[in-house]
């Protein structure tokens, strides 16, 4: 493998060294630490108790989540209202058990949502870094293979920047059109 001097003797590398504005020797912007516990990042994704937490969460959120207890709750009431019967009857109204027992699952489904989504988080995390990589090892091979055809790249990354400039002026342009009118009523 070539040391870092070999690395910067090459044109396109000593291009991509100025392209952050810091001609430090690095082929990329240094941003501080890595992202620490990578590897409990890969270990979380493959834990069983996450991947529980990701169903009852999926059936948390689905209708039948929402029939099913549509059902308990008309059953519960109609029991507990007696009209089945005055023998039944096991918690009167205002239904004190069965409120213990809704507030007992929303804690535990909040807990279960919020598990789903550090799990959700995760996995962006290293997707984002995934998609870093390719980037960044995408643009050194279009630097290299510019240079190699004699492409000035001070030309090329000024007409991106403008590129750049025009898309994103074009999006807040679109979003202004979108969004409704805040004036005074």
């Not at 960044?136 to 000024?158: C, K, M, N, P, Y």
Request: net charge negative; charged share 25%; proline share 3%.
């Amino acid at each position: 493998m070539a040391n870092d001097h070999e690395v910067l003797d090459c044109p396109a590398c000593r291009e991509i060294d100025r392209a952050d504005g810091v001609e430090d020797g690095n082929l990329f912007a240094t941003l501080g630490p890595k992202v620490p516990h990578e590897g409990r990042i890969t270990e979380s994704l493959k834990n069983a108790q996450d991947r529980a937490a990701d169903r009852i969460t999926d059936f948390a959120g689905s209708m039948k989540f929402v029939y099913l207890h549509s059902v308990w709750f008309g059953v519960w009431v109609l029991l507990n209202v007696g009209a089945v019967g005055a023998a039944v009857v096991f918690d009167k109204f205002p239904f004190g058990l069965l409120t213990m027992i809704v507030s007992l699952e929303a804690i535990f489904l909040s807990t279960f949502v919020m598990i789903s989504q550090n799990r959700q988080a995760e996995r962006a995390d290293v997707r984002s870094e995934l998609d870093f990589e390719a980037n960044l090892r995408s643009e050194i091979w279009a630097v290299h293979i510019g240079h190699a055809l004699g492409i000035d790249g001070d030309h090329v990354e000024t007409v991106v920047r403008h590129a750049i400039e025009g898309s994103r002026a074009e999006l807040a342009n679109s979003r202004k059109a979108a969004a409704p009118d805040a004036g005074p009523s």
